[in-house]
């Protein structure tokens, strides 16, 4: 595929954020394109078509304004995503692509919210994203046994998401192989228990956001059944037990002040509404 669009198995990697040289079926990848302007052509709007910017374009093409005439060939290269070996660092709105052109080969029903506790906010500098991943993945493989970093996701503090563990692989963790088995686990920097971490805007919306897309995209309706939290997961037996564990059994996971509290109630009436008047606002610019 690289050599019929004239670029690199690299450059695919990038501009798609593939974590492996495997292909499924339906799987839509950004490629270069060659466009030729008709009247009317803006530079904005050939980025938005190719997945571009209007900075990549006049500099492949050598434009010295952003002035078009009908009949002009461009060549268009998408942009880039940023990533360190399986780690990709998106913005929310990247993220909101990427899952839209993937195919995945695994049956997911369950979306996890966990924070990290450790490491909090107070380990974020501003640019230590992939370092942090880098962390946290040696941490779980040298000191959990794990075989990978165990989140498929990570949000941070200024509203940037991750993807790490690919989503074909269920997650690992002390949640327990039932949950994890059809579930996508995402990791929230921070400690949100009272007291600790104030949650900010930015992570809040990119939290929301992605779990509104992934329902979206694997057919969920928010509920205790499709959006889970940690804490309602017994740490011995591996049972979802909900409000009902006793405390030396059970994780505070996502955080006591995790949108309003770490509860059923508290999921039901803060977090579940928010994400479905996005999935609903999602929906709407989708028609």
């Known amino acids: 595929m690289a050599n019929q669009f004239d670029t690199t198995i690299e ?8 974590q492996s040289d495997s292909l499924f079926i ?26 571009s910017s209007v900075e990549t374009i006049k500099k492949v093409n050598g434009l010295p304004s ?19 070996g399986q780690h990709i660092l998106m913005t929310k709105e990247d993220f909101k692509d990427w899952l839209s052109n993937n195919q995945f080969n695994r049956d997911i029903r369950i979306i996890q919210q966990h924070h990290t506790w450790l490491p909090s906010y107070r380990q974020f500098k501003g640019a230590n994203h992939f370092q942090m991943l880098q962390s946290m993945e040696s941490f779980h493989k040298k000191e959990m046994g794990w075989n990978n970093i165990a989140q498929n996701i990570t949000t941070f503090p200024d509203g940037k998401v991750a993807v790490s563990r690919p989503f074909n692989l269920a ?17 929230n920097i921070g400690n949100f228990d009272l007291g600790h971490d104030v949650m900010t805007k ?68 803060h977090f579940y509404p928010l994400v479905s008047q996005k999935i609903n606002e999602i929906l709407a610019t989708m028609e």
């Open 26 to 51: 339906d799987q839509k990848l950004w490629v270069p394109a060659i466009h030729e302007v008709t009247a009317g052509d803006t530079l904005q709007e050939i980025a938005s078509m190719y997945h």
């Open 202 to 269: 930015e992570q809040q919306d990119t939290i929301v956001y992605i779990t509104a897309l992934l329902c979206i995209k694997f057919g969920l309706t928010p509920s205790i059944d499709s959006i889970t939290y940690h804490h309602w997961w017994n740490l011995q037996t591996k049972e979802r037990v909900l409000d009902n564990g006793p405390d030396y059994n059970v994780k505070t996971c996502p955080g006591s002040n995790f949108f309003g509290g770490n509860s059923t109630n508290d999921a039901i009436k």
């Open 171 to 187: 997650p690992e963790g002390s949640i327990g192989p039932k949950a994890n088995s059809v579930g996508l686990t995402i990791e």
């Open 66 to 84: 952003d002035e078009l005439y009908t009949g002009q060939i461009l060549k268009v290269t998408p942009k880039k995503l940023t990533m360190q």
């Open 11 to 18: 450059e695919l990697k990038l501009t798609n954020g593939l």
